[in-house]
C-alpha cells in the first residue's frame, strides 16, 4: 500500500513538468501567432494592401449627406480655370494613411477600390490631394532658376508650364482627383492601360461616380495627355453620362 502511494506520487511529480512543458508550448504558439499576425500587417500597409473600409474612419467627417453637394464635384479646374488661392477643400486621409482626399469623394473611392479588390485585384492610389501652395512654391523654384538663365518672366513661366501644372491648375488641389495604379504595375506610363486593374477602374469607375479624366484623342479640349490612372470624382449622374458618351468634363459642362 505504501509502496503504491509512493509510486503514485512520484507519477504525480514527472506530471508536473509534463503540464508546464504544454503550457509553455501554447503560450509560445500564441507569441508567434501574434508576431506574425502583426508582421504580416506591416506587410499588408507597407504594400498598400489596405481594405478600403470607410467605417475604420467614421470619425472624420463621414457623415450621410456627403457626395450630395453635385455642383462642388463638377467644379471644373484647367489652365484656363484655376481655382481660386483661398480654395478651400475638407480633407480626410486616406486608409493608406499616407494620401488624402475630399471628404465628398472618400466613400465612393473606398467603395470603387472595395469593389476591385473582391474581384481580386490590387490597387494602390499614388496621387491624391495637392496642396496649392507647395505647387506654387515648386513652380516659383522652376521659374526663378530659368529667370535666373536669362529668361523673362513671362517666356520661364510658359516653359515651366509646358511641363508642370501652374498653381491652381491642378485637379489634384479639389481633393477630387487620384492617380491609381495597379499594385504590381506603378508606372505612369503607357503600360499602365494595359493592367487588369486598369482596365477594371475604366469600366466600372462611373458606378461609382469616377470619369477617366484625360482620355486619348481628347487632349485637343483637356490640354492634358492621355493618362489611363486619373480618376477624377464628379457624382454619379454626371460620371455615367461622361463615360457612356465618352466625352470630356468640358463637354458635359457646356451642355448642361
Ligand atoms: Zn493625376
Known sequence: MYQRQNAI????????????GKLLLILLWVAAAFFMGRAVGKA?????????????????????????DEAEALILVNKENPLPDDYEVELVT?????????????????????????????????????DIERQRQLFEEDV?????RGYSYERAYEEVAKETMPPGCSEHSTGLAFDIVALDYQLLDAGQERTE????????????GFILRYPKDKEDITQISYE?????????????????RGITLEEYLKDI
Open 9 to 20: 506520487q512520484r507519477r504525480k511529480k514527472k506530471k508536473a513538468p509534463r503540464c508546464l
Open 44 to 68: 499588408e500597409k507597407y504594400y498598400g494592401i489596405v481594405e478600403y473600409q470607410p467605417e475604420e474612419f467614421g470619425e472624420q467627417g463621414l457623415e450621410d449627406d456627403l457626395g450630395g
Open 94 to 130: 486616406l486608409p493608406d494613411r499616407v494620401h488624402k482626399g475630399a471628404s465628398q469623394a472618400y466613400e465612393p473611392l473606398c467603395e470603387m477600390l472595395n469593389a476591385g479588390r473582391r474581384e481580386g485585384l490590387a490597387f494602390e492610389v499614388c496621387s491624391a490631394y495637392r
Open 144 to 148: 526663378v532658376a530659368l529667370m535666373a
Open 197 to 208: 486593374e486598369n482596365i477594371w477602374l475604366r469600366e466600372h469607375c462611373a458606378e461609382y
Open 228 to 244: 489611363s490612372w486619373h480618376f477624377r470624382y464628379v457624382g454619379e449622374k454626371a460620371a455615367k453620362e461622361i463615360m457612356e
